[in-house]
T-cell receptor, first 117, second 113 residues
Framework: DTEVTQTPKHLVMGMTNKKSLKCEQH?????MYWYKQKAKKPPELMFV???????INESVPSRFSPECPNSSLLNLHLHALQPEDSALYLC????????????????FGNGTRLTVT | QKEVEQDPGPLSVPEGAIVSLNCTYS??????FMWYRQYSRKGPELLMY????GNKEDGRFTAQVDKSSKYISLFIRDSQPSDSATYLC?????????????FGKGTKLTVNP
C-alpha cells in the first residue's frame, strides 16, 4: 500500500457526467500533483499545487478542474470528458521547493483507472 | 533529440540474472535522478533517488549516475520473478517539490523462474 491514497480505484463515466477524483496524503508534503498515464506510456504532468496554490498547469483542457482544499487533499473534477481522456490518473506528493530537506522525490498513489464511454 | 531516452525493451531474463537498465539524457541541468518501478495496474513506486554523480546501493539494487556522460543506470542483482515490472527513470533540475519530472518511456522487464 502507498502513502498516497486515491479514490475511487476505477471509474466509468459518460461524456455528459460530472465526477471527481480524490487524493489524500498524510506525509506532511506541501506539493501535490496530478498526472495522466496512458497505456505503455510514462506519466504526463497535468497540474502542480504548492502550499495549496496552483503553481503549474500544463495547458490542460478546462474539462479537468483541480482543487486543493487543504494540505492533505487534492481533487480533480471532471466534466464533459471525451473517450480519449480514458487513462490512469495518478496523484503524487512531495516536499515543496522551498524546504531545506535534500531528499524530496515524488511519491505516487496507485491511481484511478478512468474509462469514458 | 528527446530530453530522456530509455530503451522500452521488452527485456526478458532468467531468475538470478543481473539486470542492467539505462537512460541517457541531454539536459545538463538535471541534478536529481530517480528510478521508479511500476507493476501492472499500480502507480509508480520509488526505488532509488540520487543526487548528482556517483553510486547508491539499496539491497539488490544499485543506481549509478555519470553526469559527464549524461548516463544513468539501475542494476538489479539476483533478479527475482517479483522484479517483473516496468522500470521508469526520471530526473529533474530542482530539488523536488513543484519541479517537473522528466520521465523515460520505461523498460518492461520480465524475470522468468
Amino acid at each position: 500500500d502507498t502513502e498516497v491514497t486515491q479514490t475511487p480505484k476505477h471509474l466509468v463515466m459518460g461524456m455528459t457526467n460530472k465526477k471527481s477524483l480524490k487524493c489524500e496524503q498524510h506525509m506532511g508534503h506541501r506539493a501535490m500533483y496530478w498526472y495522466k498515464q496512458k497505456a505503455k506510456k510514462p506519466p504526463e504532468l497535468m497540474f502542480v499545487y504548492s502550499y495549496e496554490k496552483l503553481s503549474i498547469n500544463e495547458s490542460v483542457p478546462s474539462r479537468f478542474s483541480p482543487e486543493c482544499p487543504n494540505s492533505s487533499l487534492l481533487n480533480l473534477h471532471l466534466h464533459a470528458l471525451q473517450p480519449e481522456d480514458s487513462a490512469l490518473y495518478l496523484c503524487a506528493s512531495s516536499q515543496a521547493r522551498d524546504t531545506s530537506r535534500p531528499n524530496s522525490p515524488l511519491h505516487f498513489g496507485n491511481g484511478t483507472r478512468l474509462t469514458v464511454t | 533529440q528527446k530530453e530522456v531516452e530509455q530503451d522500452p525493451g521488452p527485456l526478458s531474463v532468467p531468475e538470478g540474472a543481473i539486470v542492467s537498465l539505462n537512460c541517457t539524457y541531454s539536459n545538463s541541468a538535471f541534478q536529481y535522478f530517480m528510478w521508479y518501478r511500476q507493476y501492472s495496474r499500480k502507480g509508480p513506486e520509488l526505488l532509488m533517488y540520487t543526487y548528482s554523480s556517483g553510486n547508491k546501493e539499496d539491497g539488490r539494487f544499485t543506481a549509478q549516475v555519470d553526469k559527464s556522460s549524461k548516463y544513468i543506470s539501475l542494476f538489479i542483482r539476483d533478479s527475482q520473478p517479483s522484479d517483473s515490472a516496468t522500470y521508469l527513470c526520471a530526473m529533474s533540475a530542482g530539488q523536488g517539490g513543484s519541479e517537473k519530472l522528466v520521465f523515460g518511456k520505461g523498460t518492461k522487464l520480465t524475470v522468468n523462474p
